[in-house]
């Protein structure tokens, strides 16, 4: 029996399990949850949109060409355009050019407008990566859950494994008449309820694999299981350093405040845009047209006259400047200046609302991690103060000194005592590992 008790406290401090073939480290989980998750995939399109809308700013500097083409079908009162006089007959005539327009000046509204477009890719691509992150740090939580309640099918099976052999023994000497029949039924009744244990320890196993395959979008029927570190180090380096080192280290490396950063200054050159609205726009127009009609003659000899010969004999060219100066548009570009003035002031906020969440979850993480330190180490002498009061019972109800229920009282003590260390090594070491990640290391056991 001691024996076994010795066994049974290396396992809880040493987790000696090997990464089997086939197992699925917490990369491994990782990687694939993040390649098939839908709503990534979603997120990600979104990112897309706005790279084809930052590449469609840069495009619309150039400047603007349409051909263009008309022929008309004249019948009654119309227009000859070759000689400038209404006629009342049915002809054909037609026209075909190329235009092209250059913004030179619109306040700087094109710049503006790219700046934005840029600012807003950056933003989505921080959105796409902080939405890994949360994969990867939900991932974690549910492969550590998965630890966890290894460990406690585990101890539940060790458990089950001492009071059978407790069963075994006292029913030799019941055979042999060293004891009654009721102390038989006592340790029966006990390895009954370590069965019932087992059954719920490894159904919360099962349970915890559906919510992580769930998660990873992985078929809840498929072959899985996951990998064990060889060992987890418990140390309190990760709560040595302060919230507030940890909290600048996160800002600089965690993707939500950048992102709302980028967000700010894409409603800066929002506002920039609005306002160039204000200023004079001035535009560099070219034209290429020409005209024919059926109704037209030879100017030399006044015979027939080919569309062809038409085009090239028309030939127009035009170069222009125009300006345009806003004078008053009914107050709707102030209107709209003042709504971008409150769009800036509302991504200050959002700015500084992220930046206090952030905050918050860093000092609630050290704090969790601190306190699940600190009941480890309570939890690690409970567990040594439990075993030998465990043994100290178990040889008193030997004896017939103590009755089972006191006898049952020490060793579920144990039981509970071995369970809560397995807790809070786990949740420690989960928050320590969240904390690293924090500070820019990458999510692993090892």
Known sequence: MERLIGIFLGLIITISAGSAQGEWTLKDCIDYAIENNIQLKRQHLQSEITRNNFNQSMLSVLPGFVAFANHDFNSGRALNYETYQWENREFEQGNIGMESRLNLFNGFQNYNNIQQQRYLLLSSLEQFEKAMNDIS??????????????????????????????????????????????????????????????????????????VLMHMMQMDPDSDF????????????????????????????????VRGAEYFLKSRERELAITRGQLSPSLVLRGLFYSRYSELATDPIDGGSYSYTTQIRDNRYRQLGISLQIPIFTGWSTRNRISNARVSVLDAQYLLDETRQNLYSEVHQMHNDAKNAYNRYISAEKAVLAAKESFQYAREQFGLGIINFIDYQHSRSGFYRARSNMAHARYEYFLRSKILDFYTGQPLALN
């Open 137 to 210: 740090l939900n991932i974690s939580a549910a492969f550590f859950q998965i630890l966890l309640d290894k460990e406690l099918v585990e101890i539940a099976e060790l458990q089950l494994e001492v009071s059978s052999l407790e069963l075994e023994s006292v029913r030799s000497n019941f055979l042999l008449g060293n004891i009654s029949r009721g102390r038989v039924l006592e340790i029966e009744s006990q390895v009954a309820a370590d069965q019932y244990q087992l059954t719920l320890a490894k159904s919360n196993l099962g349970s915890s694999y559906l």
């Open 225 to 256: 299981r996951v990998a064990r570190p060889e060992i987890i180090e418990i140390d309190e380096s990760s709560i040595l350093n302060t919230v507030e080192n940890i909290y600048v280290e996160a800002e600089a490396n965690l993707p939500q």
